[in-house]
């Protein structure tokens, strides 16, 4: 499809009009597992459901469109995805992976250094100074996280990909925090992108894949092959359900990140907060990064309340939100990474990771931003020992400065007033 054409318009015609047997406008879910040869010497474009599906390559295009890559691969889920980068590295190559990872990466790869299918080094990449440092040891491939979850800190994809130039590493980041409708990473110099499809591209929580999306094809083919060859690429009605959720990727994210500005603003002024971590407030140590490679701050955030508040009872307070893992779709979310996400970490690990035991991570969805902001002053208010008294409280010196400012690129942001606090 022309690239001429806007992203949103990509996507909203990918793959229509294109069905010959009957004419349909959206396009048809094939199921087939196998697909029949005319001749015995004539290979059709797809035989068999492992190795190409057209279901699946309507996503693997739209996908690859929008991330602007030349060849992309749909795979079972997102672990699928990032397993299969690693089939680019052998024995003795080295990995550097962000200490803050999400877990399921940092358990496969440390499984996987454990066999010696690789070495692996864990860097703090905001760190610059340790970054660099690590980039001496001449790693063979970079794995890059940003935003991080769950405390959204930013990694500086132009600079990891200066400093990768140097040693010919490959740079792969995984995308799911934003989408390509807030980040491009291939575009700033990365060689891969890496997707849980489960979080904002499908975006109605009922499917579980991903997706490798490679910047030139000869890498692309090369995935592509270990797909087919290990048999992790996704399924056709999975594919069927992403391509239909990807449809409102746009809107889903304008709106989304929309509501999260609107709430974070209305905590950034209660003094039952210690601390905010969303990449919108000027405070964030990374929100000039931010501001220079991602389109907009998304719909992500993390709060650690201040030591008034029971943040168990918070959760159970709440109406609208619920109580889940998992993030990006269209229901609000709210989790406590240290009993849940990142309960794996020893108490000590996440003390160092700077995740508190009082921190709540917000996935925000498409309910009104009045009505979330509401439920969760209501809950607060259950949850707070003195209620509104902590106010002006010596935590509250963390955030007082704190303001909302405008992201960079060219989707500005028409922020409404903020909701009422109940
Ligand atoms: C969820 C997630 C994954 C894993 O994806 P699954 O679809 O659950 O297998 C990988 N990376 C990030 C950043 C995620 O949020």
């Known amino acids: 499809m022309s690239h001429d054409l806007h992203a949103e318009t990509r996507i909203a015609c990918a793959g229509i009009s294109t069905d010959t047997a009957h004419n349909s406008v959206s396009p048809p879910l094939h199921l087939s597992a196998n697909y029949y040869w005319n001749d015995p010497c004539e290979k059709p474009q797809y035989d068999y459901a492992r190795s190409g599906n057209p279901t699946r390559s309507q996503l693997e295009e739209a996908l690859a469109s929008l991330e602007g890559a030349a060849k992309g691969v749909i795979t079972a889920s997102g672990m699928a995805a990032v397993d299969l980068v690693f089939n680019l590295v052998k024995p003795g190559d ?6 803050d990872c999400y877990g399921g990466t940092h358990r496969l790869l440390t499984a996987r250094a454990k066999c010696g299918h690789f070495n692996v080094a864990w860097v703090d990449q905001t760190d610059p100074v340790a970054f660099k440092a690590a980039f001496v040891r001449g790693p063979k491939l970079v794995l890059i996280e940003t935003p991080s979850n769950p405390l959204l800190r930013i990694t500086d994809i132009r600079a990891v990909v200066a400093l990768a130039k140097d040693c010919g590493a490959i740079i792969v980041a995984d995308n799911t925090f934003l989408s390509p409708a807030l980040q491009r990473p291939l575009e700033l110099g990365c060689d891969i992108v890496v997707h849980s499809t489960t979080k904002f591209i499908n975006g109605h929580s009922d499917v579980v ?8 094809a000869k890498l692309g083919e090369e995935l592509a092959w270990w797909a087919n060859c290990t048999g992790v690429t996704g399924a056709p009605f999975d594919s069927f359900m992403t391509l239909r959720g990807l449809r409102t990727l746009f809107p889903r994210i304008e709106r989304q990140q929309m509501t999260a500005r609107e709430i974070v603003e209305g905590l950034v002024q209660d003094g039952r907060v210690a601390k905010i971590f969303f990449p919108g407030l000027a405070s964030h140590p990374g929100h000039e990064i931010a501001k220079a490679q991602q389109m907009g701050f998304g719909s992500m955030f993390s709060v650690e309340f ?3 508040v029971d943040v ?3 959760l159970r307070r709440l109406k609208i939100f619920t109580i889940a893992e998992s993030l990006g779709g269209f229901e609000s979310l709210v989790c406590v990474p240290a009993v849940m996400t990142h309960a794996s970490m020893t108490p000590e690990a996440r003390a160092i990771a700077g995740i508190s035991d009082r921190l709540v991570r917000f996935s925000i969805g498409l309910e ?3 009505d979330l902001a509401r439920d969760l002053f209501q809950a607060l208010e259950h949850a707070s020992v003195s209620g509104r008294g902590l106010r002006g409280g010596s935590c509250f010196e963390e955030n007082e400065d704190a303001h909302l400012a405008a992201p960079g690129g060219s989707q500005e942001f028409s922020l409404k007033s903020a909701p009422p606090l109940a």
Not at 209 to 216: I, M
């Open 209 to 216: 894949g991903g997706a490798v999306l490679a910047r030139e």
């Open 94 to 99: 080295l990995v550097l992976a962000p200490h």
């Open 368 to 370: 009104h931003g009045e």
């Open 312 to 314: 168990l009872e918070l």
């Open 306 to 308: 201040a030591a008034g």
